[in-house]
């Protein structure tokens, strides 16, 4: 009996780790477990239709792959008689035997590691959504990966609270649209942009007030030097790190150099949301 489909709302398979063995001459592919399987079918049956069948490729298929694997080996592993019964007969070389005991003891290896990986307890899942944020791309300087912490919602703007790396707070105010647009509510992965010109930097004092929502104190960690702005790298404790660009005078006027502790300043309107899925 076929296998009923699952329910509307069941719940996603997990994610598993797999992978699979190909193999490369140069920029060519000699191919996979699939053209390893007709090459075992071939010595098996002695003929191409049968073993193609068996490997669920086409007639075609099976006689391409052959001059393939043929060509790139630089010597025969199928040799071939057309008009044989069947379609054609077809034998394997010594050498051909050769590659598909290696193939089976690469292919025990690989399964070997990816079974370690599992047993080590790595994430599919995570590295999947690791990977998204790694290939997130804009022109903010400034990419931090947060997490809702609270939606304090307004008749026009809302005000989204995000925690980052090292448990800091950072605050943006985005239209309430936008709130809805991106589903974000406590406990949502979000990436905070901004632009490194919107960030400003102060010198750490009693008494010090500023207007600027976020505030967030850190270490220089490079200053690079241009013609007429500087950019300055501040670290941030528990892994962040945030760009500002400066004039060159400002960063003689305060004395900017690594080292030097600093507040890098941005207001909430020039913080950015995305995410990721």
Known sequence: MPTPPAPADAPPPPLALTGSIWLRAGDQNWGGAQ????????DLTGSITAAAKAAGLSYKGAWDAIDTMNNLAGEPLVLRA???????GARLTDRARQLITTFRALADAHQRFMQHLSEQGVSPAGDIDLVKRLMFKTSARNRLLGTVAQVRTGKVN???ELRIA???RVVATITRASTEELGLAPGRPVIALIKAPAVMLALPQPGLRLSAENQIEGSIAAVRPGAVNDEIVIDVPGGAALVAVVTSESTRAMALAEGVTVLACFSASAVILGVVD
């Open 82 to 88: 057309t008009g044989g019964k069947g379609g054609g």
């Open 166 to 168: 090292g448990g800091h």
């Open 35 to 42: 053209r390893i399987d007709l090459l075992v079918q071939i």
């Open 158 to 160: 809302d005000e989204i």
